[in-house]
């Protein structure tokens, strides 16, 4: 009687595992996914759309209809700052933007933003694939509930005016320049002399329409697809700091995933930042004779002026990034990336 008791309730055990697998097997998972930029904007013209366009391909292509992805463009769902806290506290499951959004979330993505820190591209991309790239992700994850899935390089930030020619540091005093909102940006125009508006993307273009900012600073791609050179005709490239895309997933969410929908979410967002490094290396090569064909002058820095830009605001903002992160972060930050080299 024992026996056909343990049988029966092995049964049941069985029974009960089978109805919960098929349960989750059947459960469809809703994904919705905020960017700043507008809809229609072709992967060609957007590193940002061709990172999530291709990563929703990816996901409803793999998924066998479990996973539905819902992108929210031109800002919808709210700004980049409320995107990301709805990424952080769990009412959004998916973010595509700059890594420098979650600063206020994370104080060690402020890293990215020291000048000079990082020499190229190819560099970036093999500090977040390294162990001290791979410890940053997987601490975010757990402090903040953002889970980073990716970063793809946008080349390197510039200053951008409306009316003003740019080519010495000192061109930068009296101007009014929009940046992101990061203390780091903030003391390099003060350092230079200028007026710093800390700003959200979506307000940027009507700014300088109107004269509320006279200029801003920026990546080529982000120029390009923000279309901000219709309006700003003056480029100096000082190269400032570089510019990264992030793809964020909600980390509770993601951990609320079926193992084999982890795995599709994993393989779309290497698809997808394969997709938008295509497109960033496509527009970097051919952006700035766009941008000279739409009327804008270019100004490229000779090694010696460019040295002049970075001395103007590089200790400042040495200073600052040890103040807001930590000497030791900064310390380690800049050996992992030594030990590229």
Request: net charge negative.
């Amino acid at each position: 009687m024992k026996k056909l008791v343990l049988i029966a309730i092995a049964m049941l055990m069985v029974m009960t595992l089978a109805a919960q697998g098929s349960t989750e097997s059947q459960k469809v998972y809703e994904m919705n996914a905020g960017t700043s930029i507008a809809s229609g904007t072709l992967k060609s013209e957007s590193v940002d759309i061709a990172y999530i366009e291709t990563f929703k391909e990816y996901v409803e292509a793999n998924s066998d209809g479990r996973i539905k992805f819902n992108i929210f463009y031109g800002n919808s769902l709210g700004s980049d700052a409320d995107v990301c806290a709805g990424v952080a506290n769990g009412t959004i499951e998916f973010y595509i933007g700059d890594i420098t959004t979650i600063s206020g979330y994370y104080k060690r993505s402020l890293l990215f933003s020291i000048p000079g820190a990082i020499a190229s591209m190819d560099e970036a991309t093999k500090l977040f694939d390294s162990e001290w790239g791979q410890q940053f992700f997987s601490d975010c994850a757990e402090k903040t509930n953002i889970k980073i899935l990716g970063v793809v390089s946008k080349g390197f930030r510039n200053f951008t005016t409306v009316k003003v020619p740019l080519e010495k540091p000192e061109d930068i005093k009296g101007l009014t320049l929009r940046v992101l909102n990061n203390p780091l940006f903030i003391q390099m125009v003060n350092s230079l002399g200028g007026n710093p508006v800390p700003m959200d993307v979506k307000e940027l273009y009507t700014a300088l329409q109107n004269g509320v900012v006279d200029g801003h600073e920026n990546a080529v791609p982000n120029i390009l697809q923000d279309k901000t050179y219709e309006l700003e005709k003056y480029l100096v490239l000082d190269a400032h700091t570089g510019a990264y895309l992030c793809g964020m997933i909600s980390n509770s969410f993601y951990n609320d995933l079926p193992e084999d929908l982890k795995k599709v979410v994993d393989d779309a967002a290497v698809a997808a930042a394969d997709a938008a490094r295509s497109t960033a290396n496509s527009i970097i090569v051919n952006g700035l004779e766009k941008l000279k064909q739409n009327g804008v002058s270019i100004y490229e820095p000779s090694p010696e002026e460019l040295d002049a830009w970075h001395n103007a605001y590089k200790s400042d903002c040495m200073v600052i990034a040890k103040q807001q992160i930590g000497e030791k972060e900064v310390d380690d930050f800049l050996e992992a990336i030594s030990a590229l080299k």
